[in-house]
């Protein structure tokens, strides 16, 4: 009799792309953008494994780290949803968000 061959594994399935907390735009590679920047909160005392984090598609994350200093960041920008008040931040999520998740973005 002939064994039934067992289904393989390999090669492994296709990663889901997922969305951006800040865009939602689904895309193959997320970034981990420190909501309060590591070398603020290493000044507080704490670990950087202990810093929230957010998964950022890269655009978005480039598009902070140019507008906001880490001061900024940490001390008015440190939540999502403080983000998502700046008008800056709107206004860049509103363009983003009709670009095709395969075009690459320049951020000034």
């Known amino acids: ?16 792309p997922e969305a951006c ?12 953008h420190h909501l309060v920047p ?5 000044r507080r005392g704490l670990k950087v494994a ?3 984090t957010a998964l950022l598609c890269l655009a978005c994350h480039k598009y902070l780290h140019t ?5 900024e960041l940490e001390n008015q920008y440190s939540s ?3 983000l998502r008040e700046h008008e800056g931040v709107q206004k860049f999520v ?3 968000r009709k ?10």
């Not at 009799?1 to 889901?16: E, F, G, H, V």
């Not at 907390?21 to 981990?32: D, F, I, Q, S």
């Not at 590591?38 to 290493?42: A, D, E, M, T």
């Not at 507008?67 to 001061?71: A, K, L, M, P, V």
């Open 1 to 16: 009799m002939a064994r039934r061959q067992s289904r393989s594994a390999w090669p492994p399935p296709a990663a889901l």
């Open 21 to 32: 907390a800040l865009c939602g735009r689904e895309v193959p590679h997320l970034t981990e």
């Open 38 to 42: 590591r070398s603020q909160g290493r």
């Open 50 to 52: 202990s810093l929230p």
């Open 67 to 71: 507008t906001f200093s880490n001061q």
């Open 80 to 82: 999502l949803a403080a």
């Open 94 to 96: 509103a363009w983003i």
């Open 99 to 108: 670009q095709p998740a395969t075009k690459g973005v320049r951020v000034r």
